[in-house]
C-alpha cells in the first residue's frame, strides 16, 4: 500500500519534470528563432531609401531623453514585458534639421499618440528645431487622437494641427504636490534627522513634514510660474493667440465644455487650439493630398525618422577633429555604473579619457540630473576642471534639470548653457539620518555594546543618535554648504555673499538664473556644442558620444530590439497600475529606491526635490 502510494507520487513528479522540460525547452527554442530571424533580418536587409517628395515622420514614443537607457534587459522576459520606450532627443533634433534643407523631403509629419513625455526643455528644444523646419517653407502637419498637455505642446508648433472628433485637448496647467511621511513615521516610531543648510532645501521634508513648508511653496509657485509663462507664450505664438486667451481656456475649462455641450474636442475647435478634426482615414487621405501616394500606391509617401536618420548618417563623411558630447543623465552616484546614473568614477573616466585624446578638441557636458552624491559631483567637477587646463574648451548645457549636485558639475565648465525651462540652481547641502532605535524597541528587540570611542557605532541606524555625532554632521553640513558657494562664486566671477543670496536651495528656470548671474546663455545642445566648436576654433568636426560600457547582454539585446522595431515587432506589454493605493505604494518605493541609492561616503548630499514637468 505505502510502496504504491510512493510509486504513484514517484510518477506524478516524474511527468511534472518531462512536462517542465517541454515546456522550458519550447521557450528556449522560440526565443532562438526568433533572435535568428531578427539577426538575419537585421544583417541582410536592404538599404534604406528616401523617395523623393516624402514627408518625415515624427512618432516619438514614451519619454524624450538625452540618452537612452535599457536597464535590466531579461527583465524583458518576465510578466509585464518590456518597459516604456524612449527617444533620444539628439536624434529628433537631427532628423529635423537634415531634413530642412534635404530636398527629397517635402513635409513634416508629427504624431503624438505614443508620447509620454520628457521634460519641458527637451520639447522646446525640439519645437525650436521644427520652427526653423518651417523657415523653408515646407509644411509641417500634426495629429493625435487626443493630446496630453506634453503631446499638444509639441503638435501646436505645427502649421495644421489634427484631433479625432472624440478627442480632447488636455491643457491643465502645471502643478506639484508631494506625499509626506512624518506621521506615518511616527507612528512607526522612526525618527529621520535632517541636517541642512538652506530654507528652500527641501528634499527632505517630505520625511520630517505633513505639509509643505511656506519656503518651498514661493520657491514652487514661482518656478511653476515661469515653466507656465514659457509653455502658455510658446503655444500662444504657434496658434496665433494671445497668452490670454490660453489662460482663459485653461481656467475656464468647465465654462468652454458646457459652450460646447461637453465635447471637448469641440471645445478645443472654438477656443483655437486645433483646426481640424479627422479620423484615421481622413488623416491618411490628407496626407496623401500633401505629399502623393507612394511607390505602392496605397499610402502617403513617407520616410520613418529613424530610417531616415540611418540614411542620413550613412552620407556623412567623418572629420579628423571631434567633440565629445557627455551625457550626465540621473541621479549622482558614487563608484561606477552603466548608463542611467551619473557615477562619479565612470565619468570622470570618461571625462579623463576624452581629455587624453588627441582627437577630442572640446568637451560638451549634456546634464539631465538633479544632483545626488556630493563626493561624485566634486570627482567630475575637478576633472572638468583638469580638462580646461589642458587646452581643451569645456562647455555646460543643460537639459530638463541642471540643479543642485547637477549645477556643482557645470561649474567645472568654461560655459554654462540652459534652455529658458531648464530647472537649475538649488545650491544647497543636506545630510539624513533615519533612526529605528523606537520600532526596534517596540518588537522587544535589544541593541547593546561597547565601543572605544563617542563616535565608533554610533552612526548605527538601531541606536538613538549620539548629539556629538549629530553636532559633527552638522557642522560637515555647514562645511559642505560654504564649500559648494566658494565653487561657484570662484566660477562664476561672484562673491560667496552673492552666490549665497540666490543659493539656500533656491531652485529658478534657467532664464531667471540667466538674470541672477548663474548661466551664462539660453540655448539648446546645438548652441553648447557651436560654442565649443568657436571656442576650439573648429570649422570642420564630427560629435561622438562617450558612454559608460555596457555589458554584452544588454548590446546584444538593445541590437534585437531596434531591429525589432524596424520590423515592427512590438515587444512591450501589460498594463498600468490603476487606484490610489497603488499611486501611494509607488510613490512609498520612488522615495526608498531613490534614498537607497544614494552612496556618498560621507553622507552629504547635493539633490533638489524637483523636475521638469
Avoid at 489662460?247 to 483655437?272: E, W
Avoid at 567633440?323 to 552616484?333: D, K, L
Wanted: negative net charge.
Amino acid at each position: 500500500m505505502i510502496r504504491g502510494l510512493f510509486r504513484f507520487i514517484y510518477n506524478v513528479l516524474r511527468m511534472f519534470v518531462r512536462l517542465l522540460d517541454l515546456v522550458v525547452r519550447g521557450v528556449f527554442y522560440a526565443l532562438l528563432i526568433f533572435g535568428i530571424g531578427v539577426l538575419v533580418a537585421f544583417f541582410f536587409r536592404p538599404e534604406a531609401e528616401v523617395p523623393a517628395g516624402s514627408a518625415l515622420v515624427l512618432r516619438p514614443v514614451g519619454t524624450i531623453v538625452e540618452q537612452a537607457e535599457l536597464g535590466q534587459p531579461l527583465a524583458l522576459l518576465r510578466a509585464g514585458g518590456a518597459p516604456a520606450g524612449q527617444t533620444r532627443l539628439a536624434d529628433l533634433t537631427k532628423a529635423v534639421r537634415s531634413a530642412r534643407d534635404d530636398a527629397r523631403i517635402s513635409a513634416l509629419v508629427l504624431e503624438t499618440d505614443d508620447l509620454i513625455g520628457g521634460g519641458l526643455s527637451k520639447l522646446a528644444e525640439l519645437r525650436a528645431e521644427i520652427e526653423h523646419f518651417k523657415s523653408s517653407g515646407k509644411p509641417v502637419l500634426a495629429r493625435g487622437e487626443r493630446f496630453t498637455q506634453s503631446q499638444y505642446y509639441l503638435a501646436s508648433v505645427a502649421d495644421e494641427v489634427h484631433v479625432s472628433p472624440d478627442g480632447f485637448v488636455l491643457l491643465r496647467g502645471l502643478a506639484r504636490y508631494g506625499t509626506y511621511f512624518k506621521d506615518a513615521l511616527d507612528k512607526l516610531g522612526v525618527k529621520v534627522h535632517v541636517f541642512r543648510v538652506g530654507e528652500y532645501k527641501s528634499f527632505s521634508e517630505p520625511f520630517t513634514r505633513n505639509d509643505m513648508s511656506d519656503e518651498d511653496r514661493e520657491s514652487t509657485r514661482d518656478l511653476l510660474g515661469g515653466l507656465w509663462r514659457i509653455m502658455r507664450d510658446d503655444i500662444a505664438a504657434s496658434r496665433k493667440l494671445a497668452p490670454e486667451a490660453v489662460d482663459a481656456h485653461v481656467n475656464g475649462i468647465r465654462a468652454a465644455l458646457a459652450a460646447s455641450g461637453g465635447d471637448a474636442a469641440q471645445a478645443a475647435l472654438m477656443a483655437g487650439l486645433v483646426d481640424r478634426f479627422s479620423t484615421r482615414d481622413e488623416w491618411r487621405a490628407r496626407l496623401i493630398e500633401a505629399t502623393g501616394k507612394s511607390a505602392e500606391g496605397n499610402e502617403a509617401r513617407m520616410v520613418d525618422f529613424d530610417r531616415y536618420l540611418a540614411v542620413v548618417s550613412q552620407a556623412e563623411e567623418g572629420a579628423s577633429d571631434s567633440i565629445a558630447v557627455i551625457v550626465a543623465q540621473g541621479t549622482i552616484v558614487d563608484g561606477a555604473e552603466p548608463t542611467g546614473v551619473v557615477a562619479g568614477d565612470t565619468f570622470a573616466r570618461l571625462i579623463r579619457e576624452a581629455r587624453e585624446d588627441d582627437s577630442v578638441k572640446a568637451v560638451v557636458l549634456r546634464i539631465d540630473s538633479p544632483g545626488g552624491s556630493a563626493w561624485a559631483s566634486e570627482l567630475i567637477r575637478r576633472e572638468l576642471e583638469l580638462t580646461r587646463q589642458a587646452g581643451k574648451p569645456v562647455i555646460a548645457s543643460m537639459s530638463s534639470v541642471a540643479a543642485s549636485g547637477g549645477y556643482w558639475i557645470a561649474a567645472g565648465a568654461d560655459e554654462i548653457w540652459a534652455a529658458p525651462a531648464t530647472v537649475t540652481g538649488s545650491i544647497g547641502i543636506f545630510g539624513i539620518f533615519p533612526e529605528f532605535s523606537e520600532p526596534l524597541r517596540r518588537l522587544g528587540i535589544g541593541v547593546d555594546g561597547v565601543a572605544t570611542a563617542p563616535l565608533a557605532g554610533a552612526l548605527d541606524p538601531r541606536r538613538p543618535l549620539d548629539e556629538d555625532a549629530a553636532a559633527a554632521m552638522q557642522l560637515s553640513i555647514d562645511h559642505g554648504y560654504r564649500r559648494f558657494l566658494e565653487v561657484v562664486a570662484k566660477a562664476r566671477n561672484m562673491t560667496t555673499d552673492e552666490v549665497d543670496a540666490v543659493a539656500r536651495g533656491r531652485v529658478w528656470t534657467g532664464e531667471a538664473a540667466s538674470g541672477l548671474g548663474l548661466v551664462d546663455k539660453l540655448g539648446g545642445l546645438d548652441d553648447a556644442i557651436a560654442a565649443a566648436a568657436a571656442r576650439a576654433s573648429l570649422a570642420d568636426y564630427e560629435l561622438v558620444w562617450p558612454a559608460a560600457v555596457e555589458s554584452f547582454e544588454q548590446r546584444l539585446l538593445n541590437r534585437l530590439l531596434r531591429t525589432g522595431e524596424d520590423l515592427g515587432i512590438d515587444l512591450a506589454t501589460g498594463g498600468l497600475a490603476t487606484g490610489l493605493l497603488a499611486g501611494l505604494l509607488g510613490e512609498v518605493q520612488r522615495s526608498t529606491a531613490e534614498l537607497l541609492r544614494w552612496n556618498d561616503p560621507r553622507h552629504l548630499y547635493l539633490h533638489c526635490l524637483c523636475e521638469t514637468p
